[in-house]
């Protein structure tokens, strides 16, 4: 596959992808700044995928995510000429369930509307714009039980089909709906259980165990919500 085409009226772009620096593409940007994420460099993050596309230039890419109002970060490889735009910021790669894949030459941007939004690093509550999102383990996601719909760009309460990643919950479980219990794995291992039915998993990290599950937080009567410092609550994403 032929190399991205540089072309000289995105010299400010080209600058950006070589060097991994924030700068400003103004000719195409309105003059707002592409962030760059070192952390995801030589990584592809399948979250919250909106395309992945081949594309003829480094400005098709930029100018298709700027152009659409879902995408909030774009991936991009400069040598296979991938493209793929993203409905949510990132934080970071240990954030991301199950781990993103090895993808050399890919670089991750976020766009100015990233900020605040679903995926982006935060400190507290504030710190997250979304109605119904909060501060969970550094990273805005919707409360515990809720699905950020892309097309919709919000938290809401159902989903139609399920995407290929999870939000992860610290400290939350639910009791006595177990569809399949794995013994003998460690934490990495268990989000990469969670396929077809499954709606979440918990990994009970004093025995070592990963519970099946296809049912969410918010599905089952008060009193199988649990809480537990020793276990972690994944949530399947959506994927429209």
Wanted: aromatic fraction near 10%.
């Amino acid at each position: 596959m032929a190399a991205f085409i540089w072309h000289k009226f995105v010299a400010v772009i080209y600058s950006l992808l070589l060097h991994g620096r924030p700068c400003c593409c103004s000719v195409m940007c309105g003059n707002a700044q592409l962030v760059h994420l070192p952390d995801f460099d030589h990584l592809f993050v399948n979250e919250h995928l909106l395309w992945n596309d081949q594309m003829e230039s480094v400005a098709a890419c930029v100018s298709r995510c700027f152009l659409d109002t879902r995408c909030r970060s774009m991936q991009v490889d400069r040598n296979s000429s991938r493209c793929s735009g993203h409905a949510t910021a990132f934080a970071s790669p240990s954030k991301i369930y199950p781990p993103a894949i090895v993808s050399q030459h890919s670089r991750l941007y976020l766009l100015p509307r990233a900020a605040h939004f679903i995926g982006s690093a935060c400190t507290s509550d504030g710190d997250c714009h979304v109605a119904t999102s909060v501060c969970n383990d550094g990273v805005c996601t919707c409360q515990i039980g809720l699905w950020f719909s892309p097309s919709q760009q919000a938290c809401v309460t159902e989903c139609s089909t399920l995407g290929s990643g999870l939000v992860r919950y610290p400290g939350y479980a639910i009791w006595g709906h177990d569809v399949s219990v794995h013994t003998s794995l460690g934490e990495t291992s268990c989000p990469q259980l969670c396929r077809d039915t499954c709606q979440s998993i918990e990994f009970d990290g004093e025995r070592n165990r990963c519970i099946i599950n296809t049912v969410t937080y918010l599905r089952v009567n008060s009193t199988d919500q649990g809480q537990h410092p020793q276990w972690a609550y994944y949530q399947r994403n959506c994927a429209a």
